[in-house]
């Protein structure tokens, strides 16, 4: 089985019709921490993939998605202040 990485998300759509359609993505491959910052546990295809969809969102000249390599899945690095979304399993990212 591919190693899964720990990605943060983090988009910024100009548009109100295709950020709609870039949450819709991002929670295909993970869970939001925030509005337009998403975590995701990928390993290397499902990485293309959502490059892949996100590049058929957006519109290159003026929307963005940065994502950042937490590295290696289980690896807690998240620190909340105030409330936050879980993940559907319930598990929270840090102790």
Do not use: H
Request: charged share 30%; proline share 5%.
């Amino acid at each position: 089985m591919p190693a899964r990485r720990r990605y943060l998300a983090c988009y910024d759509i100009r548009d109100p019709r295709r950020l709609t359609r870039m949450r819709r993505v991002m929670k295909r491959y993970g869970y939001p921490v925030q509005y337009s910052v998403f975590v995701c546990d990928l390993d290397g295809m499902e990485m293309a993939c959502l490059r892949r969809e996100a590049r058929a969102v957006m519109l290159l000249n003026c929307d963005s998605l940065v994502v950042i390599d937490l590295g290696a899945v289980g690896l807690e690095r998240f620190e909340f202040l105030g409330a936050r979304e879980l993940p559907p399993d319930g598990t929270a990212w840090i102790v």
